[in-house]
């Protein structure tokens, strides 16, 4: 055996298609699909089935498949202890973002590590929260950068920054009794919750947290919307179709574009930890370490400026 076909069989698990795992490994078609059938030859037996138009996994498959993400684990582990031992800092960090915090956080964080570190390339990865995480847990990425609720059995969630939730309305749209505090501009959760809510998809954090607060509220959501961007959600309150949640970041995000009403959810801010998660007994060597504060100080220096 060789660490290639390990690679090779992750790679086309992980995309369910010889024609997206072929452009990523950057071979042709052909060659992937006859070497994946030269390895299954030589075990004698079929790792995917090919009956449906996505590729899926046997049972022998998914055998190989979990043993094979150790081995890839254990060599990448190894890797990084050698790297660190002789201090030739070259290799690659895989990083996963929601779409819009990676437009925010990467350009926050890749300048310093990469005038730290010229020899580390940076592989980045978006998506849904949910997608991120199970990603990572299959040993896709090293760090993901996601906003937490709450501890996930298998990983590390390390503490990168506060981050308030807000609420965005058009100029005028709420009602008197909505309003707690005109002049700090903060809202009673409990009528705010009686309004139609424009708000992300399943599986994205944020979605999460709203449902969180609405359960807090005893209530239902009336949702207009589902969204796929917290930008989209920002425009479509904005022009009063709704009320938004959305965290402080997509302010800034926003900045120019459609005039929107601003509000705190409560007397006392309402926020949530922005963590990097990382998988638990994953090896944090130096680069790894270094990754982690330069984000830390780049969040804490940026939102002083908000």
């Known amino acids: 055996m060789e660490l290639r076909q390990f690679t090779y069989v992750d790679m086309v698990a992980t995309c369910g298609s010889f024609t997206k795992a072929a452009a990523k490994l950057f071979i042709s078609q052909p060659a992937l699909s006859n070497y994946i059938g030269k390895i299954e030859e030589d075990l004698g037996v079929q790792l995917f089935d090919r009956s449906s138009t996505s590729l899926t996994l046997t049972y022998a498959g998914e055998q190989y498949l979990k043993h094979a993400r150790v081995i890839l684990g254990q060599m990448d582990e190894m890797d990084k202890k050698i790297r660190d031992i002789t201090q030739n800092m070259k290799g690659k960090l895989r990083l996963g973002f929601p779409s819009e915090r990676i437009i ?42 996601l906003p937490t609720w709450v501890p996930q059995k298998g990983i590390i969630q390390e503490e990168i920054c506060q981050e308030e939730l807000v609420l965005v309305t058009a100029k005028d749209y709420l009602p008197l009794e909505c309003i707690l505090d005109s002049e700090k501009k903060i809202i009673r959760w409990k009528e705010i919750a009686k309004l139609p809510f424009i708000t992300l998809k399943k599986g994205h954090a944020l979605r999460a947290s709203v449902e969180v607060l609405f359960s807090n509220a005893d209530r239902k959501p009336d949702i207009f919307f589902e969204s796929h961007s917290n930008m989209l959600s920002y425009r479509l309150a904005a022009q009063g179709l709704g009320v938004a949640v959305i965290p402080e970041i997509t302010l800034e995000l926003m900045q120019g574009s459609m005039e929107a009403e601003v509000y705190h959810l409560s007397q006392s801010p309402i926020t949530w930890e922005v963590s990097a998660l990382y998988r638990d007994g994953a090896y944090i060597g130096q680069v790894e370490r270094d990754l982690l504060e330069m984000a830390k100080q780049a969040m804490k220096e940026h939102k002083k400026k908000l």
């Not at 991120?132 to 847990?137: A, P, Q, S, V």
């Open 104 to 145: 925010y956080m990467l350009p926050l964080i890749l300048a310093p590590l990469k005038t730290k570190y010229p020899g580390i390339d940076v592989e980045v990865f978006t998506g849904p929260g949910n997608r991120l995480t199970e990603g990572l847990k299959a040993g896709e990425m090293d760090f993901v950068f």
